[in-house]
C-alpha cells in the first residue's frame, strides 16, 4: 500500500492535511520517509507513522531515497500539480532553496577545512613541546665538561 513514490496526505501532528510522497521504507516496519518536498507542500524530508498518512491514488514514478529535486521533477511529469490542486512553486522559489542549500554545503565545508587546519596547527604544536621537552631531558643527561686550560704559549710568556 505504501511502496516508494506514492503520494500520501498526512493526517497527524503540525503538517496534517499536507501532501507529501513517499521515498523509502525504514527497517522499522512501522516508519516511512517522507517528503513533500518542501518547497511545494511545506512537508520537509522525515521518518513518519503509516498510520499518520493517508494514501491516494497517485503514485510517482521515483527511485528509492530520490532527493527533492528528483521528486518536483516527477510531480511536472505526472502532471500531480493539477490532480491534487497544488499550487506550482515558482522559479525564484525553487531557485531560493538550492541557493540556501548550497550556502549550506559550503558552510560545512568551510568548517571542515577549518577543523582540518586546527588540527594540524594541533599536531605542530605537540611536536615543539615534545621537542623542548626531549631537549631539556637530553641536557639533564650530559653535564657539560670543564674545558681544560689552554698551556701558555711562547708568545703568552714575553
Do not use: Q, W
Amino acid at each position: 500500500m505504501f511502496e516508494i513514490g506514492r503520494i500520501c496526505i498526512k493526517t497527524a501532528g503540525r503538517e496534517a492535511g499536507r501532501v507529501c510522497t513517499v521515498i523509502a521504507k525504514e527497517k522499522d516496519k512501522d516508519f516511512l520517509l517522507v517528503t513533500g518536498p518542501k518547497d511545494v507542500t511545506k512537508v520537509r524530508r522525515r521518518k513518519c507513522n503509516f498510520r499518520h498518512l493517508e494514501a491516494t491514488p497517485f503514485k510517482l514514478e521515483i527511485k528509492e531515497n530520490a532527493t527533492d529535486e528528483e521528486v518536483l521533477k516527477a510531480y511536472e511529469t505526472d502532471d500531480i500539480f493539477a490532480k491534487l490542486k497544488i499550487a506550482r512553486p515558482g522559479e525564484e522559489k525553487i531557485r531560493a532553496s538550492a541557493e540556501r542549500k548550497e550556502k549550506r554545503e559550503e558552510k560545512k565545508e568551510a568548517l571542515k577545512e577549518e577543523k582540518a587546519e586546527r588540527k594540524k596547527e594541533d599536531k605542530k604544536e605537540e611536536k615543539k613541546e615534545e621537542h623542548k621537552e626531549h631537549k631539556a631531558e637530553h641536557k639533564e643527561e650530559k653535564p657539560k665538561k670543564a674545558r681544560a686550560k689552554k698551556a701558555p704559549s711562547k708568545k703568552d710568556e714575553k
